[in-house]
């Protein structure tokens, strides 16, 4: 069973920085996209940035520069590097999954559709105040 669970969420002031994990288990498939989405209030689910199995990675516009993803393939741990952080990356923060790889994804769709990924973890809130 796959299990996804983010850590690293917390409040900070803008400019700080914060580094999320995902510790993922039960993953058997060689192949992946693991991404980082987030939610804040009242707005729609965002892709912020994905990394697949062989190394590609995606970032939104608005994170670009900022933050940087990453994954540790002996912890089995996903990673979000977020810095110069500020109040509109308030939201909460969750890392998901999927087989594909970017290479496999569907022609056209696009990497930041939450309904693509089928796994999920819990969330972790990132609060920034100005």
């Known amino acids: 069973q796959v299990q996804l669970v983010e850590s690293g969420g917390g409040s900070v002031q803008a400019g700080g920085s914060l580094r999320l994990s995902c510790a993922v288990s039960g993953w058997t498939h060689s192949t992946y996209s693991m991404t980082w989405f987030r939610q804040a209030p009242g707005k729609e689910r965002e892709g912020v940035a994905l990394?697949?199995?062989?190394?590609?990675?995606r970032y939104a516009d608005s994170v670009k520069g900022r933050f940087t993803i990453s994954k540790d393939n002996v912890k089995n741990t996903l990673y979000l590097q977020m810095n110069n952080l500020n109040p509109e990356d308030t939201a909460m923060y969750y890392c998901?999954?999927?087989?594909?790889?970017?290479?496999?994804?569907?022609?056209?769709?696009?990497?930041?559709?939450?309904?693509?990924?089928?796994?999920w973890g819990q969330g972790t809130q990132v609060t920034v105040s100005s």
């Open positions: 998901a999954a999927e087989y594909l790889t970017l290479q496999e994804w569907p022609y056209g769709v696009s990497w930041s559709i939450p309904e693509y990924f089928g796994y």
């Open positions: 990394i697949d199995s062989d190394g590609n990675t």
